[in-house]
């Protein structure tokens, strides 16, 4: 064993210091703001639960699940995402409440440690869930809401992609029929982002020529609402008629909240192999390399808790969030109030006065303060009541 | 305008496949630039910007999104399993991934070794074959390893296969064929999409042409 130097902590684990950890809280409470103002009620959950209920359903994949024993010996794990905690509490507790439950949530997650950097192991969500609506207007509040809250935070360089897992899953029945291995098998290419190797499959496979050339039509399902009229020609069944419906109704709806123009449509968008089951999306930003945050509609995780229901939800992958906003470090407007022996008490009033006023200050003995230049810069007002010191310094 | 389009090469062997493949799709990338040492080179007429890295490494920057789009083989890929999009075979560089050994030489019925450079493409291929092996990783003259006795078996890329031959071993069994592939960055393929489906549709003229 290697001895652990101090400093170190666990793979994929980081400190939140303080200029990080304002900016945090300033996005955290502007999507609240935003998501509060929509209806919905925030809730929290346990950190960790059993394996065998929220683990086994959650969308993360086994092998990335934390996963530690109870004193019973009963496997538990750090909770992977929020979904399906709060798919558990609807089921249970709040079974007996008023459906359609508008339910928010912020709090970190857990992801089995990556050996690589840029994975963090911890990161926090801020998402929502709106179960027991099954219609477009759901999918398109859902999707709005989203738009709006990142809008609240100042981001306006982003791009929501939306897709439509019904869509493809008919789509291949629909050419393949009920061979369910090659379905299987070109939805795992396109899952796995390699069109080269769908490419591929599909022309090994032994189909008319008509019918290669509509799967390879499939990977040029992507744009603006344009694409409704061409995915309309190539899909012929009643299943992907009625996808192409919903898109086109979450389109108009889209419209009416006035947020059509982050949104993209990508009819191969496959963000999970199994778990969504309607209408999904990824939301981009510059300067990240990676998500910013997803959702999409999910019904078959609220029945293996024993309620049957439709949701769907976002979450918000909040550091990354930050990381896109990229704001410069700024003033946290803080008041120091230095003093000496002679000037404490007169400081104190002062610090009160302020501090009564709502604003942020700190009392401070000079005799502390090993750099005077320095310990001022680092606050946006002074005021020196030190015999000879100036009385104030802005 | 728009940030420039940020495309990692692969340096060394297939740089020159791709620059030329880049040049006839309409893309005039300097042709020496392999040779020269320097690592970032900017074409602000054409709102490009190249960066040459070691074509194991293309697929991290492309993954982390310091590059937009990179040209990786498809070794690589299968190797590393990276969450990029892969949306063109390039079918430059042809070569494949192969079991090799000495010949005549069975395996090892205890815990056979097999020394590579790709511990995971060997393993998967292997468990595949239900064989259980143990993997040796090695970074460079991986033919050495049956010789001299550290391995059964190598799993390595073969081209022309003089390798192999100058050194007494014969191939076993053929794993995959490889190519290098155009992949992207799952963000820049949504955020810069038109930039991206135009650079994708000219590679793709170029190539039908070539059939």
Known sequence: MVKRLMFEKPLGMRD????????????RQQLSNAILSFGYSFMDTPIMEYHETVGKVSATLDQQLFKLLDQQGHTLVLRPDMTAPIARVAASQLKDAEFPLRLAYEGPVFRAQQTEGGKPAQFEQVGTELIGDHSSYGDAEVIALLVESLKQTGLDDFVITVGHIGYVK????????????????????????????????????????????????????K????????????????????????????????????????????????????????????????????????GGRYDTLLPSFQLSASATGFAVHLERLVEALNEQESDDGRIGVIVDDDSYGQGLQEAKRYREDGQAVLLQHVDQIPDLQAFKAELSETIDLTKGGGERDE | MSKPLTIAMPKGRIYEEAAELMKRAGYELEADMDESRKLIL???????????????????????????????????????DRDVYEVLDLKISPCYVAVAGLPDQPLSRIAPKIATKYPKVASDYFREQGEQIEIIPLNGSIELAPLIGLADRIVDIVSTGRTLKENG??????????????????????????EIEEMVSKLSEVMEGER
């Open chain 2, 169 to 194: 071993l014969v191939e076993y069994e053929k794993i995959t064929d490889i190519t290098s592939r155009l992949i992207v960055n799952p963000v820049s393929y949504r955020l810069k999409s038109t």
């Open chain 1, 223 to 294: 744009g603006g609402d344009e694409i409704f009229d061409s995915s309309r020609s190539l899909a012929r069944n009643q299943a992907c008629m009625q996808a192409v419906n919903e898109l086109k109704q979450l389109y108009r709806l889209l419209q009416q909240y006035e947020v059509e123009k982050y949104i993209h449509f990508d009819l191969n968008l496959i963000s999970h192999m199994d778990y969504y089951t309607g209408i999904l999306f990824e939301g981009y930003a510059p300067n990240l390399g990676a998500l910013l945050c997803n």
């Open chain 2, 42 to 80: 900017e074409f602000p007429e054409q709102n490009i910007r190249v960066m040459m890295a070691k074509p194991m490494d293309v697929v991290t920057y492309v993954e982390y999104g310091a590059a937009d789009i990179g040209i990786a083989g498809k070794d690589v890929l299968l190797e590393q």
């Open chain 1, 16 to 27: 939140t210091l303080p200029f990080f950890y304002n900016q945090k809280s300033k996005a």
């Open chain 1, 170 to 221: 008919a789509f291949f029945t629909d050419l393949l029929g009920d061979d369910e291995d090659t379905i299987e098998y070109l939805l795992n290419y396109l899952y796995r982002k390699n069109y080269v190797g769908y490419r591929e499959a599909v022309k090994e496979l032994s189909v008319p020529k008509d019918k290669k050339d509509a799967l390879l039509q499939l990977l040029t399902l």
